[in-house]
């Protein structure tokens, strides 16, 4: 059995090993675009980038890991095109051929439109690790960071930037930071969180275009005729699913590559994971980005190629690292009508519910209530919300 994986980030990775472990005599191929083994993201921007991560605990796996477990790693490798029929990958090392093919190509960042100063040099996208190395020299205590974008990946380089001494402005065109994602009141708490750093925070006005001197960005000029002067800009205005190849080869798109619950693309030989995938659920097709995910679908596809299979059933969670806060988030909100808030200080929780029914937690400092939210989510219960806003409730009494 010959199993292609492309893509080396951690869904990919994560495949790679769980099938490795199933399925002892498989051929496994990863191909991976970018010179590393594969490594972790979530630190590059954080840790890594302020020194605290050294590179070589970036790496999902010891080096020796994949020659021993005759897993055939090939870095620097650009996937050209599918030849669905002959099922084979081209390849900027040749051409491979599969019995099962896995897309784990991930997403990209969005960028800034060139015709609105995106094509100016200073303008920093945050997703690879030459990304975060190439922009590591820009930070220089005292300079000034405009930031365009208020969800998380903003949000978490404004808190870096502070961190670093530098001068921070994040502009979010929506009329509120994390308006995408989060309550009201999970947007307040952030603000005020930033404001307290020294964040100057700009809500619902959009960046009309990045103005530059001699080709480098100096400054934005935003919709309601205000200028801001900085020094570079960091991108955090969303991300979108790698879905080029598959487009290519004909496959069906849908907010991504879409498949059915085993990972199943439009054609049965392919199958798609993490962050390019979008995933059939009660609330419709959704696609999920976050580790969990990645390497939960991966292990899922994974089993279902090694005869092990059963339908994905994805547990959403996620992190997000600010200052001294941790983020946790349990859940997905989408139909919310009620947020309940729980305060016990340091800690505090914002509990989504529709009707009575407990759909998602925004935990920031507190493990606790996280844990006890996921296990009541994925095991389809609920908690009075009356008891949850009770700073004297027992949060285990809920299970």
């Not at 951690?10 to 590393?36: N, V």
């Not at 200073?122 to 300079?143: F, Q, S």
């Amino acid at each position: 059995m010959d199993v292609v994986i492309v893509g080396a980030g951690q869904a990919g990775a994560a495949a790679a090993a769980k099938l490795r472990s199933l399925s002892p005599e498989a051929k496994i191929t990863l191909l991976g675009a970018e010179p590393q083994a594969p490594y972790q993201r979530p630190p590059l921007s954080k840790a890594y980038l302020l020194g605290e991560l050294p590179l070589e605990r970036l790496m999902l796996r010891a080096p020796d890991f994949w020659e021993a477990q005759k897993i055939d790693l090939r870095t620097g490798v650009e996937v050209t095109s599918i030849d669905r029929a002959a099922r084979a990958v081209e390849t900027s090392a040749g051409r491979f051929s599969y019995d099962h093919l896995i897309l784990a190509t991930g997403s990209r960042p969005r960028l800034w439109p060139a015709d609105l100063g995106g094509d100016l040099s200073g303008i920093c996208a945050v997703r690879t690790l030459a990304d975060v190395d190439a922009m590591a020299p820009e930070y220089i205590e005292g300079r000034h960071v405009l930031i365009l974008g208020g969800g998380y990946i903003g949000l978490e380089a404004a808190a870096v930037a502070r961190k670093k001494g530098l001068r921070v402005t994040l502009a979010e065109a929506a009329p509120r930071i994390l308006q995408r994602v989060a309550a009201p009141e999970t947007s307040d708490w952030f603000r005020a969180l930033h404001q307290t750093r020294g964040v100057e925070i700009i809500e619902g006005t959009p960046v009309a275009r990045l103005t530059g001197t001699n080709g480098r960005v100096s400054g934005a000029e935003l919709s309601d005729g205000r200028h801001i002067a900085c020094d570079f800009v960091i991108l955090g205005i969303g991300i979108l699913p790698e879905t080029a190849l598959a487009e290519a080869a004909g496959l069906v798109i849908d907010n991504g590559i879409a498949t059915d619950a085993r990972g199943r693309t439009s054609d049965p030989a392919i199958r798609a994971i993490g962050d390019c995938a979008s995933i059939p659920s009660a609330r419709g097709r959704i696609r999920l980005e976050s580790v969990p995910h990645a390497i939960d679908m991966g292990d899922c596809v994974a089993a279902d190629i090694a005869g092990q299979g059963a339908d994905y059933q994805p547990k959403p969670w996620f992190w997000s690292d600010q200052y001294e806060v941790k983020l946790q988030i349990a859940g997905l909100n989408t139909g919310y009508d009620r947020v309940v808030i729980r305060e016990t200080p340091p800690a505090r929780s914002h509990w989504y519910y529709q009707g009575d029914r407990l759909l998602a937690v925004d935990a920031m400092n507190d493990p606790r209530a996280f844990m006890i939210a996921r296990r009541l989510i994925e095991a389809g219960r609920s908690a009075d919300p009356v008891l949850v806003a009770d700073p004297a409730t027992d949060l285990k009494a809920l299970m």
